[in-house]
């Protein structure tokens, strides 16, 4: 019986041995996102394309800082900003040192907030966010810091290639913007009037938000957008809202575009199916159809060989895991989080895979990529859900909003 | 004028699938006295069954089989589990309704996954049936009102013209004398479960092609339909299809009108602050009317528990 207990004890210690180990030569990005709940499909399909490209762009190519392995771990935060904050303390207390997170603007914010109070008190301990996909402008303006590197287009910037195509369109005098009722509607509505303003003399014959995923029924929206003469619908919508907006608005007539942040994957387009031919402009980076690279065909291939049921529906994903990967090589660390930082900052990165360039825009940490607006289609080679579906490019915007101003006072430690 | 008559026909669909929410429920209520807190997640599944069994055969057999399903799964749940809580007492009664809300809806993602699905309408369906005021009522708008309209009719002929009715009837107000009089009583309990859970399934198939077959269809509707029963007043069948036909036209009307508290303020004598996305007040002045929508039929709860405890037509006594 001793024996056996010694035993035990000597396993348990070689375990502990191999996996604190195993700890040192992994580079850890901590996904935090729902994977569960509501909201878990947009979650688990970030953490499918995170997982992937870190595989294949930086493991199968011999890891970094000499063979290091980069590894994915998923958090889940249920959508929930508390839930994150202590998923962020989680990934802390395990020693990761960079936080991956994208839905909702609301929980970037908390998140953001946290990174700089505790990269101000442990200094040893340093974390950097990568925002994936939260696009409220003011993570990149007010409230940007420098650990914060957003690699998505924020609101302003996908407003404004948005409006560059609008105003290319003649047939549209007047527009109606609808948008969910929180921070991110309220971004998208204030720059939709800004820019149209500025760019077009195109009237707007509405602007409303409605109450976040609590509307059952748009009909009596569809029918008040009709009713206006409105042009053109834009909209920031995402879930069930966009799906049931765009249902109700095919339902009730409405036949001319709809331009959107989120009318693609995740269900969206298989949902819409047919009813969303021609009406749904989506504005986006890394839009696929046509296919930017035949690396990038052949990127897609594997990744639905392996993730059959998701989609490539968050293409900066490939550039954040690209150039995180860079900046930890040039920065020669992948714990001194101010050499990794600083090596972000700026960063000129040549998308293969995308065809475009990316810069890290030092200034406030927003990336500025060629922009896309695309259009719902069946009439592609690669299909979002499964569905033979998919988003069709109209128009690029070449490295779209290139010279944007910002309010961002960056405090470099 | 045009976009009120509109929304009168909008709200009357939306309304009516409600009462078709609202009256399996509140039968469920009269019945065994307590609240069936799992009512939406039948809803969801009839629903998902429908949005199955379309992609095989079709969506008119999933518009005869999903709700038969539920209705059996519904008589099954009561038979094999409400009945045995119900010694315990009306408390475990509701908290079982209450856990079995999450299981259907957790089974329901476990099974169809956590995205939407493509359940749509079929395309014998997909034309316009009428224009109005330059807005169209698609014909199955038109096809959710006449099952709404044939359900309540059925219902109402059912209970009110029939032996078996009366037997319902009679067993909502006096179960032991009808026990006593040799009949089923517990029969009756679990056929008006199943009926009741049924009439949420099909509520459920032929709500999903026009509000979405998602995840979150059971939480969204399932609040709403607890208000329609209590203003309606519990237990009662009349109640439930005014108050239904009231929060449809509520929730419509209150979003079709961008009536603001700008307005307000303006006519109150305010100027309109000139840079509105950086005022302290904008959130009030940018308040409108579709955005405490939602809200309206809480409201109406509140008043109504305030000052008709027993709702607008309930009997009750509690």
């Known amino acids: 019986m001793k024996i056996f207990k010694k035993l035990t004890a000597m396993v348990m210690a070689a375990g502990v041995f191999i996996s604190s180990s195993a700890f040192a030569d992994t580079v850890k990005i901590a996904f935090i996102d729902p994977l569960s709940g509501p909201f878990a499909t947009q979650g688990s399909n970030g953490l499918a394309e995170w997982k992937y490209a870190v595989e ?139 820019y149209l303003a500025e760019k077009t003399s195109i009237e707007i014959v509405g602007n409303e938000l409605h109450p976040i995923g609590k509307v059952k029924d748009f009909t009596p929206y569809a029918r008040k957008i009709l009713a206006s003469g409105a042009d053109a619908v834009i909209t920031g919508n995402w879930g069930a809202d966009m799906v049931n907006l765009g249902k109700s608005l095919k339902e009730s007539g409405f036949d001319k575009p709809v331009y959107c942040y989120y009318c693609a994957a ?113 009439d592609v080679d690669i299909d979002y859900d499964n569905s033979g579906y998919g988003m069709k490019i109209f128009k690029t915007v070449e490295m779209a909003s290139m010279d944007s101003p910002t309010t961002c006072k960056m405090k470099r430690p | 004028m045009d976009l009120f008559i509109i929304n009168v026909i909008d709200g009357l669909i939306y309304g009516l699938l409600l009462f078709m929410l609202s009256s399996g429920l509140t039968l469920i209520f009269s019945m065994m006295g307590v609240l069936n807190l799992s009512h939406a997640a039948f809803y969801m599944l009839g629903a998902y069954l429908a949005y ?87 014909a199955y708008k038109v096809f959710m009102l006449l099952v709404s309209v044939g359900i309540f009719v059925a219902l109402y002929y059912v209970l009110a013209r029939t032996r078996v ?52 269809m059971a939480f969204l509707l399932g609040s709403i339909v607890f208000v329609c029963v209590v203003v309606g007043g519990l237990g009662s069948l009349s109640g439930a299809f005014i108050a239904s036909l009231l929060i449809g036209w509520l929730q419509t009307f209150a979003a079709s009108y961008n009536v603001g508290a700008g307005d307000i303020l303006i006519a109150l004598g305010y100027e309109y602050p000139k840079d509105i996305y950086y005022h302290p007040w904008r959130d009030l002045w940018t308040l409108t009317l579709p955005q405490i929508g939602p809200i309206l039929p809480y409201i109406l709860l509140v008043l109504v528990l305030v000052f008709r405890p027993n709702g607008l037509f309930g009997k009750r006594e509690s």
Request: aromatic residues 8%; contains cysteine; glycine residues 10%.
């Open chain 2, 52 to 138: 199955q069994i379309s992609i095989i055969t079709g969506f008119w057999v999933g518009l005869i089989v999903a709700p038969l399903l539920v209705t059996i799964l519904g008589a099954a749940v009561e038979r094999y589990g409400l009945r045995r809580v119900h010694q315990y007492g009306h408390v475990p009664e509701l908290i079982f309704t209450f856990g079995l809300f999450f299981v259907i809806e957790e089974l329901v993602q476990y099974i169809w996954g956590r995205s939407m699905v493509n359940y749509n309408s079929p395309e014998s369906l997909d034309f316009i049936a009428f224009n109005l005021a330059g807005g169209s009522i698609p």
């Open chain 1, 266 to 378: 995740v269900g969206i387009t298989g949902t819409f199916g047919a009813a969303g031919n021609g009406m749904l402009h989506l504005v986006g980076e890394g839009l696929h159809n046509p296919s930017p690279s035949a690396a990038f065909t052949e990127y897609h291939k594997g990744f639905k060989a392996k993730y059959p049921k998701w989609d490539l529906s968050q293409p900066r994903i490939i550039n954040a895991t690209q150039m995180l990967a860079k900046a930890i090589e040039e920065a020669g660390s992948a714990t001194d989080m101010v050499a990794v930082a600083n090596a972000l900052e700026g960063m000129e990165f040549d998308s293969k895979i995308l065809n475009t360039k990316v810069i890290m825009r030092a200034k406030d940490h927003q990336a500025i990529q060629n922009m896309h607006v695309a259009i719902h289609t069946d």
């Open chain 1, 56 to 194: 294949t762009l930086v493991n199968e190519n011999g890891g970094v800082l000499g063979g290091k392995k980069m590894e994915v771990v998923a958090l889940d935060n249920k959508m929930d900003g508390k839930e994150s904050l202590v998923q962020v303390q989680v990934a802390i207390d395990q020693g990761i040192r960079f936080i991956a997170q994208g839905n909702s603007s609301g929980i970037a914010n908390a998140i953001t907030d946290m990174v700089k109070k505790h990269n101000k008190r442990n200094p040893d301990k340093r974390v950097i966010f990568l925002n994936y996909s939260a696009v409220d402008p003011a993570l990149t303006n007010d409230k940007c810091n420098f650990w914060h590197f957003r690699f998505d287009a924020n609101a302003d910037i996908k407003m404004d290639a948005i409006t560059d195509v609008i105003a290319q369109v003649p047939s549209i005098k007047k527009m109606y913007l609808i948008g969910q009722d929180y921070s991110f509607g309220k971004a998208v509505a204030a720059a939709a009037e800004k």
């Open chain 2, 165 to 216: 009715g009366m037997i319902i009837q009679a067993a909502l107000s006096y179960p032991k004398t009808v026990e006593a009089l040799g009949h089923n009583v517990p029969l009756v309990f679990m056929g008006v479960f199943g009926v009741g859970t049924g009439l949420a399934g099909l509520a459920g198939v032929i709500a999903g092609p026009s509000l979405t077959t998602f995840p979150g």
